[in-house]
Each structure stands twice: as structure tokens, then as C-alpha cells.
């Protein structure tokens, strides 16, 4: 089993920024890729960004290109998310996850709890 924290969270006006970060523990000796979700109010949990275990390769979706930054420090078992330039659709509560493979993938096998965003006009 793997345990995900997540912290960083908080509101912020639009144009602000805010870096979300991911602890690991427990059973992470194995390779996991990590990634990062949101989930809005009313609507169904997305994908925003991922990478891989070495960290070489990450992916992002559209509207998080350019704006955010997904990075990890393996020694640590830290993952983290740099939000720039924010805006209100950006709002949501923010997931981390663990899947168990090395690469990038959809299927996640570990989730954290979450942590709010809010992103103010």
C-alpha cells in the first residue's frame, strides 16, 4: 500500500500561483509513476498532469500546458505541482495518485485525499 498527502492548497486571485505537494509512504519501493487530478464542483474527476518515475517524461492536459509544472524529487517521494497563472476554472479539489508502473499510463492504483483550490476573479 501506498499513503498520498497532499498540501498547498488555498485560494488565490486570478493571474496568482500555488505549488501543491504529494508525500509518499509505505510500500514505495517499487517504480511508481505519479500524476495529478482535479475535481470541480458538479463535475467528474480529470486529468491534469503526469510523470514518469524518473521523471523524465511528463504529460499535461490542454489547458494546464504553459501554466503548470508537474515535478518530483524521488529521494524524497515528494511529487509536486506548480500552478501559474491561475484561473477560476481553475477551481476544483486537486487529487495526487500513484499508479504502479514506471511510465505514463490511465490507470491509477493510489490516491491521496485532496486538497482545495479556489481561484477568485
Known amino acids: 500500500q501506498v499513503q498520498l498527502v497532499e498540501s498547498g492548497g488555498g485560494s488565490v486571485q486570478a493571474g496568482g500561483s500555488l505549488r501543491l505537494s504529494c508525500a509518499a509512504s509505505g510500500r514505495t519501493s517499487s517504480s511508481y509513476a505519479m500524476g495529478w487530478f482535479r475535481q470541480a464542483p458538479g463535475k467528474e474527476r480529470e486529468f491534469v498532469a503526469q510523470i514518469s518515475w524518473t521523471g523524465g517524461i511528463t504529460r499535461y492536459t490542454d489547458s494546464a500546458k504553459g501554466r503548470f509544472t508537474i515535478s518530483r524529487d524521488t529521494a524524497k517521494k515528494m511529487v509536486y505541482l506548480q500552478m501559474n497563472s491561475l484561473k477560476p476554472e481553475d477551481t476544483a479539489v486537486y487529487y495526487c495518485?500513484?499508479?504502479?508502473?514506471?511510465?505514463?499510463?490511465?490507470?491509477?492504483?493510489?490516491w491521496g485525499q485532496g486538497t482545495q483550490v479556489t481561484v477568485s476573479s
Open positions: 495518485a500513484a499508479r504502479r508502473d514506471m511510465g505514463l499510463g490511465v490507470k491509477y492504483d493510489y
